[in-house]
């Protein structure tokens, strides 16, 4: 049975490897979900308007709510 996504806090590499398990490594998941951030202008706003600064290493839940509105679940 699949586990449903939980809401939580997520580190980058945490959640960069839900999104994108047959990475080969973990920096390369990361730059490929920063990568969508970064290009989706509207997520990339309300992620900013939340206090998210780029240099930080985890997503609270709140910014992650705004994630999968934008993207989806994993």
Known sequence: MEKKFEIRS???????LLYFPTA??????????????NRCK???EALD???YQKTQKW????EMRILVEFIGEP
């Open 10 to 16: 997520y580190t980058k590499k945490e959640l960069a």
């Open 24 to 37: 080969q490594n973990p920096h390369t998941a990361v730059n490929h979900l920063m990568s969508w951030i």
């Open 42 to 44: 509207g997520l990339r």
């Open 49 to 51: 308007a939340q206090g």
């Open 59 to 62: 997503f609270s839940p709140r």
